[in-house]
């Protein structure tokens, strides 16, 4: 083993710059000297303010408190994504996290409910789903981990928060706990004339930063995996043409909704996501459609409160870098690359990139095999997630506007078309690997939701009493209604459990 790493430089503060300083320092201690470089003077992206439910197991292994947490960046609860006008322009539909059905079977539960379907039985899918349950009515719970306790057992919760007031409530954590902060632009990446390697940074008040390990995360300029060590991009516009996106806040008005709200527009997407104090609003386009004056009166036309700021332009152009870790650079969140929001991945990816390289954390000789390993798992991750996304605009009905008639028209990874087509043969879903995130439920979900209808269905599950399964279905259904009915509204659970903000009731009226 070769000598161990001693110091770490984060570039770049924001989410991902303080979920990593963090992390790395909960994991390395005093052992390692942890420094994160960042400027007042420049912005942040910050429009990411939806996740998806590991983000819990993150803030729990930073040792954050949970209510302190929700009140400080005035978060909600999220039980999935609501996705209106995605197949055509009056359908609707929810991707829930957590299962369908009461958990293991002889197979799979959607082979059982598939199989029922055909014969006018089994009821609706999300009859079978507590989160979209809860989720309809406006409630939100505690999970209970024990599978007696079905459906309750599937109740997962994500979080909806303001990404800045993450990003600050992080930054006091870790200075309180031993992380260095300091303020400066950097000017110039400085390399090790031998092997590349980069030796330090320099600020614009002449100061140099050295390091062991540094962590990119300049966004989208990737200052030290792009700028200096040139690790190149890999280009998903042909598939995921979105490349802009206006966002804005609004005022919120009536209930705080415990999901997100994805709702299609004529070129893009538009976001909805209620926090405590104010509710989150933008528009994901590809301008090839659609002007960005035309896309910021779409926005503003659409909102369901008063607007609380101008809307913000973002650009950016999808895919991902094509070396996350390249010699003693690790990128992070943006400076790894773009997917674009719609399945709230953003910040769940800096999550996984933090995970891997606590699992493949170097010595000062850097292996190889080492980095490759890292670079190999999270492309594969990226990739399984990117497939997950296209997904959406390939399985569209809609073409009513240039845009949909061109997203159902494009052409698909194999990757995706082998799962299509194994899906609507007979209805066949798999996870690839133990790096893939979405769950076959999340693939059920949109698959059924955009109108994918398996031809046939495993015949295996044809052989039973049809009666009897429906019968049981029913009474899970059931179970379900009545446990979601059971449920405290979202906004009394936050308060319940002193979790909402003492100055959120005021800003949100």
């Known amino acids: 083993m070769g000598e161990p790493i001693q110091s770490i430089l984060i ?11 963090a992390a790395l320092k909960r994991a390395a201690g005093p052992h390692v000297q942890v420094r ?22 993150f803030n729990a292994m930073i040792e954050l408190d949970e209510a302190e947490f929700m009140r400080e960046t005035r978060a909600s609860l999220k039980l999935g994504i609501q996705f209106n006008g995605w197949g055509g322009a009056d359908s609707a539909y929810f991707h829930p996290f957590g299962t369908f ?6 197979g799979d539960f959607h082979h059982i409910w598939f199989n029922l379907h055909r014969q006018g039985l089994g009821g609706d899918l999300h009859d079978h ?26 109740l997962f919760t994500a979080y909806h928060f303001d990404a800045g007031l993450y ?70 516009s042909h598939w995921l043409p979105m490349n802009r996106a206006m966002a804005v806040p609004c005022a919120r008005t009536g209930p705080l909704t415990p999901y997100t709200t994805a709702t299609a527009r004529a070129a893009g997407w538009q976001w909805r996501i209620g926090l405590q104090h104010r509710t989150g609003n933008g528009y994901v386009y590809c301008s090839d459609h659609i002007t960005d004056d035309e896309a910021r009166e779409t926005l503003l036309a659409n ?6 700021a101008e809307p913000r332009p973002l650009r950016f152009v999808t895919g991902r870098r094509k070396t996350y870790w390249d010699r003693n650079v690790v990128s992070l969140g943006l400076s790894s690359g773009f997917i674009e929001p719609l399945e709230s991945t953003s910040i769940h990816l800096v999550q996984s990139g933090i995970y891997k390289l606590l699992q493949h954390f170097p010595d ?23 497939d997950f996304v296209i997904l959406h605009y390939h399985a569209t009905t809609r073409d009513d506007t240039p845009f949909w008639r061109r997203a159902a028209a494009m052409a698909i990874p194999d990757s995706l078309a082998e799962r299509v087509e194994a899906f609507r043969d007979r209805g066949l879903l798999f996870q690839v690997g133990a ?38 279905m029913t009474a899970f259904a059931q179970r379900v209604a009545q446990m979601a009915d059971a449920l405290p509204e979202h906004e009394a659970f936050l308060r319940s459990r002193n979790m909402w903000a003492p100055d959120s009731t005021a800003a949100a009226a």
């Not at 570039?11 to 300083?21: E, H, L, N």
């Not at 059905?101 to 002889?106: F, K, N, Q, R």
């Not at 995996?225 to 280009?235: F, H, T, V, W």
């Not at 909102?303 to 609380?308: A, F, I, M, Q, W």
């Open 129 to 154: 789903a507590i989160c979209t349950q809860a989720a309809r009515r406006g409630r939100v719970g505690l999970r209970d981990s024990d599978p007696r306790r079905a459906p309750l057992n599937s």
């Open 36 to 57: 994160l470089v960042e400027s007042d003077d420049i912005g942040i992206v910050g429009v990411g303010e939806a996740t998806v439910p590991p983000i819990r197991d």
């Open 364 to 386: 000062r000789d850097f292996s190889p095999a080492n980095t490759a390993a890292y670079n190999r798992r999270l492309g594969r991750e990226v990739e399984l997630i990117r």
């Open 167 to 236: 990003a600050r409530y992080l930054r006091r954590v870790c200075e309180g706990r031993g992380v260095e902060r300091l303020e400066g632009q950097v000017v110039e990446v400085q390399q090790r004339a031998s092997d590349g390697f980069v030796s330090g940074v320099r600020l614009d008040d002449g100061r140099v930063l050295e390091a062991d390990l540094f962590i990119d995360c300049t966004g989208f300029r990737g200052l030290l995996i792009e700028g200096a060590l040139k690790a190149g991009y890999e280009d998903w």
């Open 11 to 21: 570039v770049g503060g924001g989410t991902a710059g303080w979920m990593a300083a």
């Open 435 to 472: 790096d893939e995130y979405f769950s076959m439920g999340s693939w059920l979900a949109v698959m059924v939701g955009q109108g994918i209808v398996p031809r046939s269905g495993n015949p295996l599950y044809g052989l039973g009493d049809a009666a009897r399964s429906a019968a049981g």
């Open 101 to 106: 059905g009461a958990g293991p079977t002889l």
């Open 303 to 308: 909102l369901d409160g008063e607007p609380l």
